[in-house]
């Protein structure tokens, strides 16, 4: 008989917390990501995103300057910076703290 019948239920659920906490890289120097900058999604869960010279599509968080400069730059050749990126599962978001547009 087991006398502790909840400790593997509670090993569990330690291992799952521990887990979503390496879900986030934060970065001492600003990385830079160069791409096009799109809204995504359907109304009113629209969010902004930048879609890389790669093909690869990120997010964006950042704080609500940033974000009316970037709604009304839609379109555009965008290089951001970044300080943070999160893997969450609509895919990976980035913090983006300065953005630069390039002609395009």
């Given at each position: ?12 659920i ?12 934060v ?9 096009e900058?799109?809204?995504?999604g ?6 902004l ?14 704080n ?28 990976d978001?980035?913090?983006v ?8």
């Amino acid at each position: 008989m087991n006398k502790y019948p909840l400790t593997p239920f509670f090993l569990l659920i330690i291992f799952l917390h521990v887990g979503c906490f390496s879900s986030k890289t934060v970065f001492d120097v600003p990385q830079k990501i160069v791409g096009e900058i799109m809204v995504v999604g359907n109304e009113p869960f629209t969010k902004l995103a930048v879609r890389a010279e790669d093909g690869k599509m990120d997010l964006i968080s950042c704080n609500e300057e940033i974000r009316q400069l970037l709604l009304s730059h839609q379109g555009k050749i965008t290089e951001l910076f970044y300080d943070e990126i999160r893997r969450e599962r609509s895919g990976d978001v980035i913090n983006v703290i300065k953005v630069n547009f390039l002609s395009k």
